[in-house]
């Protein structure tokens, strides 16, 4: 029975003793910044080799290896049963998806479903018992039943992730984390992601067939880019009409952080003229009630779309959906000649590397760079209303 030392970097678990790893990495400067995680070495009854991760501390490793060497003396058969070698999946989904952190995921019913159908193969397993060709069989399963690449790898991608958490918190072998990492994905990065852009002549054809509660949504969404969520829970105390700025808070964003969104006259048209109600405090409603469900303008969406002549669908060839629009508010922002800090910031992206630290555009800033986009909007717009024109006079 021993305790070993898993280095950070290559993850060779070896001797305490050991001041350097084989990778060239020093043991000793990682031991003091609790980076190393410590394992205990013992063999079963059989004579089979168990190895057991503890934790960062050597005086919780020391403490857990006499723990195994009193049973080992006193009941060696309850060394077989530790949780990673009597734990289903559908135990660890259960276990996962009731963490709270999970929980307070905005894509937690994602998680679920996609655990759902991982379970539904494997629920039964013990999950130690997984490997690497269970994993390829359950994507050519999937895969035969019809299901999207990229699906299949979110799929596995969720399972790996709850596998990852499980072994941080010692219900789980480091076995089962290597079947999962030698699974290769069946996409390529970014191989399916979406190239669809909604043209001025689209979009105005859409706001002619759509119903009043959705072209509202509509038009706010093309002149700022924000996300079909961030619509729905917007809500009054977050329009700053004075200063001629959306304030959403961090919950309300998917980057959870809080994000300024400038107003233009189109905006600022449509949030005069829609009615506001006594009971709820929301800016889009549907007969009076807030918009709530995640799929709530699907419908409305999906027949404005047919109505306009336009396909709808991700799955469809040409299809669009409606996140198709903040996609295509970012790219009109590049040919206004927006540049990149202001349009990340206003459609709530990332900055990168040192940006992050050393840009702080102010208020007035983005709403200049609004201005900017807005002035070629605008432009356009007036574009393909004369063209709209010249060929009903032609016709």
């Known amino acids: 029975m021993a305790i070993l030392a898993e280095c950070p970097w290559c993850h060779k678990k070896q001797s305490i003793r050991n001041r350097t790893c084989t990778c060239g990495n020093d043991l000793m400067a ?33 403490a857990a290896e006499g723990k195994r060497k009193a049973q080992k003396y006193e009941n060696p058969s309850i060394l077989e049963k530790v949780p990673a070698e009597r734990m289903t999946y559908d135990e660890l ?7 709270p952190s999970v929980k307070a995921k905005k894509s937690v019913f994602r998680d679920r479903q996609c655990l759902q159908n991982f379970c539904d193969m494997f629920g039964s397993r013990i999950v130690s018992t997984l490997k690497p060709m269970d994993l390829e069989q359950y994507q ?45 994905r069946k996409l390529k990065k970014a191989a399916n992601a979406r190239r669809r852009t909604l043209s001025l002549a689209e979009y105005v054809r859409l706001l002619q067939t759509a119903p009043p509660h959705l072209k509202a949504i509509l038009t706010v969404a093309y002149n700022t880019g924000m996300r079909v969520g961030e619509l729905r829970t ?66 409305s969406f999906r027949t404005a779309c047919r109505k306009a002549g336009l396909t709808c669908g991700r ?3 040409g299809g669009i959906i409606f996140h198709d ?24 992206h990332s900055l990168k ?32 209303d004369q063209n709209v024109d010249h060929d009903r006079k032609k016709g």
């Open 30 to 62: 990682a031991k003091r910044t609790k980076k190393v995680r410590y394992w205990v070495s013992y063999r079963l009854p059989g004579g089979k080799q168990r190895r057991e991760p503890v934790s960062f501390s050597i005086e919780e490793a020391r």
């Open 315 to 317: 799955d469809v060839e």
């Open 140 to 184: 050519q399963t999937r895969a035969e039943a019809g299901r999207a690449a990229a699906t299949i790898d979110m799929e596995l991608s969720i399972a790996k992730t709850m596998i990852n958490r499980a072994f941080d918190n010692d219900l789980v072998n480091g076995s089962t984390v290597k079947a999962f990492r030698r699974v290769r």
């Open 93 to 99: 989904a259960a276990w996962y998806l009731n963490l």
């Open 234 to 299: 917007l809500q009054w105390q977050h329009v700053d009409r004075e200063a001629g700025l959306i304030r959403l808070t961090a919950d309300m964003t998917k980057e959870g952080r809080s994000k300024i969104v400038p107003i233009n006259h189109h905006v600022k048209r449509v949030l005069e003229e829609l009615p506001r109600v006594t009971h709820h405090d929301y800016v889009f409603n549907y007969k009076g009630e807030p918009i709530k469900s995640e799929g709530g303008l699907k419908n």
């Open 353 to 384: 590397g040192m940006d992050v630290h050393y840009i702080a555009p102010s208020e007035e800033d983005l709403k200049q760079a609004m201005d900017r986009y807005t002035a070629w909007l605008d432009a356009e717009i007036q574009s393909v």
């Open 325 to 348: 629009i903040r996609r295509t508010v970012k790219t009109n922002m590049v040919n206004a000649g927006v540049d990149h800090v202001h349009r990340d910031l206003i459609l709530g």
